[in-house]
């Protein structure tokens, strides 16, 4: 990585849970919103995405799909995109377990690459968004464990 990341900010699509999505709808969402990747930098990684703000989505089976590359800035919690990485899970407040355990997989890796980032929730640095639908420090105090009212099971 080129930039500096000293952030890792947690989101939810604020989708149905159990809905399956991708990185593509999110792209359109974000082009509908008038939001556009540095052209540069969108021809150099993934240059089917047009707009994605965020630089991965973790689907409801637990892939982990490319949005922007990690030393493109994010648009995903404004004000805290140039050292932060972007990392949305699909849903709302209720995550399968592969997803559960694709983030924990993405945390621990990016604590591995990097000096330890702050791992927090969108709604930690943006007052009255309750993305990502659950508590990321509760999460991360539990070692990485969702509690089980935030566990969808499979659908």
Same mark, same amino acid.
């Given at each position: 990585? *080129?930039?500096? @990341?000293?952030?890792?900010? @947690?989101?939810?699509?604020? !989708? ?16 509908? +919103?008038?939001? +556009?990747?540095?052209? %540069? ?31 493109? @800035?994010?648009?995903?919690?404004? %004000?805290?995109?140039? +050292? ?11 995550? !399968? ?7 924990? /997989?993405? $945390? $621990? +890796? ?10 927090? %929730?969108?709604?930690? $640095? ?18 990485? /464990?969702? *509690? ?5 099971? /499979?659908?």
């Amino acid at each position: 990585m *080129s930039r500096v @990341i000293d952030t890792l900010i @947690i989101h939810c699509a604020d !989708t149905p849970n159990g809905r399956h999505f991708t990185a593509d709808d999110i792209d359109d969402w974000h082009a509908e +919103r008038g939001w +556009r990747r540095d052209e %540069g930098a969108r021809l150099r990684y993934h240059p089917e995405h047009q707009s994605i703000g965020y630089h991965w989505v973790i689907a409801v089976t637990g892939e982990i799909q490319p949005g922007r590359h990690t030393d493109e @800035i994010g648009s995903h919690a404004y %004000g805290h995109n140039d +050292r932060s990485i972007g990392i949305c899970m699909i849903g709302k407040d209720r995550f !399968t377990p592969a997803q559960w355990a694709a983030l924990k /997989t993405m $945390v $621990v +890796r990016f604590q591995i690459q990097t000096a330890p980032p702050a791992v927090i %929730g969108h709604r930690d $640095v943006s007052p009255g968004k309750t993305c990502p639908g659950f508590d990321v420090a509760a999460w991360l105090a539990a070692d990485m /464990t969702p *509690s089980p009212g935030h566990i969808l099971e /499979t659908p």
